[in-house]
């Protein structure tokens, strides 16, 4: 397959430069890690580029080169917010995983880490629930606040002053991804959850079909603003250190189609010298394309999905912890 050689050859390219030497693994101390791919912010058609590093061992990848934190706000802005934002507006789209919190947990005090402008915690407003949220954006948790009334922590999820044993559950969703020291904040998690509490996380699963498929395009690599990525193993592993304990990890299928082929484009059109508009300020597409669109995604889409299948788990970690009666190992392995 035409595109598959390339990807396999541009992957090759890559492996062939010179490595600087490399950490051990930040979440099982391995020593011998190695390059997994180098690819730019293909979102914003930027070229720096930036090097993953996997972990044999326990199959963790994170970013080996990330933007210094007080740089990092360069690689969000209007573009991304305008990307990710539209669709948490939708109450539908967050019907799903709020059936599936109720299941375990029906009422008491909730965290939702990263809770933007509130829209998960708007879907869960009732009077069994005392809402809270920790966000970056001041003007996102203001929002959040006005609309379900939570009570939101404005900054960084490490420096949020909860007490421990305060949640009945904590929710984390396509954010756990993105924090610098995910070992550290899940340690919070577990400490911040009562005795039997629930943490429900979703996030990229960089050992699933569409990773393997697409390699340095795929979409959900989202460089640099995703600094790890996670597979079923590697997030058992972590969260089994911080003493919480696997009730469901299930992967769903959602192969980022559309726009890692976009960028696999993108690249071809660049090597000819051709301008083109990044995924990021790209407009919005016509009538007969999106209907163009409908048609391949009722059509041409289920099959690959059904393809992709064969090569390897969902694209998506779905995941549901609790918080054990016993403490966690204080050497965290
Ligand atoms: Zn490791």
Known sequence: MDIGNQMIADVKDVAGEGVESREPCPLCGWADTHLFLKAPDRFHGRSRLYQLVRCPSCSLVWLANPPRPDEMNQHYGPDYDRAVGGVGENPEHWRGRRDALLRYK??????????????????????????????????????????????????????APFPSDSFDAITCFHVFEHVYQPRAVLAKV?????????????????????????????????????????????????????????????????????PSVRYIIDEWLRKAAIARTPLA??????????????????????????????????????????????NPDPAGK
């Open 190 to 258: 577990s400490e911040w959850l009562k005795p039997g509490g629930i943490f429900y996380a979703m996030m990229p699963n960089i050992d699933s079909a569409g990773a393997k498929i697409f390699g340095s395009y795929w979409y959900a690599l989202e460089l640099p603003r995703h600094l790890y990525h996670f597979s079923p193993k590697s997030l058992r592993k972590l969260a089994g250190a911080v003493g919480l304990e696997e009730i469901s990890l299930t992967t769903n299928r959602e192969v980022f189609l559309e």
């Open 106 to 159: 029906s009422g008491g005090a909730l965290l939702d880490l990263g809770c933007n402008s509130g829209g998960f915690l708007s879907s869960m407003k009732s009077p069994s629930w005392k809402l809270y949220g920790i966000e970056m954006s001041d003007q996102a948790a203001r929002m959040a606040e006005a609309k379900c009334g939570a009570e939101v922590f404005v900054g960084d999820l490490l420096d």
């Open 281 to 326: 300020r790209a407009p919005a597409p016509s009538l007969a394309f999106r209907a163009v669109r409908k048609a391949f995604r009722l059509t041409v889409l289920p099959v690959l999905a059904g393809l992709a299948s064969l090569v390897g788990d969902g694209e998506s970690i779905y995941a549901i912890f609790k918080k054990g009666i016993k």
